[in-house]
T-cell receptor
Framework: GQQVMQIPQYQHVQEGEDFTTYCNSSTTLSNIQWYKQRPGGHPVFLIQLVKSGEVKKQKRLTFQFGEAKKNSSLHITATQTTDVGTYFCAALSNSGYALNFGKGTSLLVTP | EADIYQTPRYLVIGTGKKITLECSQTMGHDKMYWYQQDPGMELHLIHYSYGVNSTEKGDLSSESTVSRIRTEHFPLTLESARPSHTSQYLC?????????FGPGTRLTVL
């Protein structure tokens, strides 16, 4: 399948600092999705990127899809404690029916 | 939030027991999935279904089995539970490429 690698695995920031997680693939992706999982919760869909170079914003979150469609990033400006959780990127498998999830980046925000 | 339900939410059982984890969705989605996730770790796809009467194994080998007799229902069964099956099991369904997850079942096998 279209494997995706995520870095960093963990990130600990002070409230108000920015945060970025990166997702990389060795193959061209048809699209990429981002999910957030709060501690003890389940993954929740955030956004899907489809076009080369696409940038989408959701309040303090900025999502970007690389020009070659092989990488993506999620940037959070001025983190808040409510941003705590694990952020996963995911790409369609070769079958087109399932998603391959990255290992996730766990974000901890301390006040 | 999507309408996808899992029962039970928590289950503690002894080794050798047969268990069935229930998953239902009311959105009419054709595609459904089961993932296994250990605490703080990545999601591993163990089963998926394109629609009624179709089931496929995922990337992670699992001793569990699934069935899809009705669109809305995708139960997962373990014939003989073992401590190695202790994990969280997440069910999901999808419309297009977006997946909607249930709350999960946390299984502990003693």
């Amino acid at each position: 399948g279209q494997q995706v690698m995520q870095i960093p695995q963990y990130q600990h920031v002070q409230e108000g600092e920015d945060f970025t997680t990166y997702c990389n693939s060795s193959t061209t992706l048809s699209n990429i999705q981002w999910y957030k999982q709060r501690p003890g919760g389940h993954p929740v869909f955030l956004i899907q990127l489809v076009k080369s170079g696409e940038v989408k914003k959701q309040k303090r979150l900025t999502f970007q899809f690389g020009e070659a469609k092989k990488n993506s990033s999620l940037h959070i400006t001025a983190t808040q404690t409510t941003d705590v959780g694990t952020y996963f990127c995911a790409a369609l498998s070769n079958s087109g029916y399932a998603l391959n999830f990255g290992k996730g980046t766990s974000l901890l925000v301390t006040p | 939030e999507a309408d996808i339900y899992q029962t039970p939410r928590y289950l503690v059982i002894g080794t050798g027991k047969k268990i069935t984890l229930e998953c239902s969705q009311t959105m009419g989605h054709d595609k459904m999935y089961w993932y296994q996730q250990d605490p703080g770790m990545e999601l591993h796809l163990i089963h998926y279904s394109y629609g009624v009467n179709s089931t496929e194994k995922g990337d992670l080998s699992s001793e569990s089995t699934v069935s899809r007799i009705r669109t809305e229902h995708f139960p997962l069964t373990l014939e003989s539970a073992r401590p190695s099956h202790t994990s969280q099991y997440l069910c999901a369904s999808s419309e297009g490429d977006t997946q909607y997850f249930g709350p999960g079942t946390r299984l502990t096998v003693l």
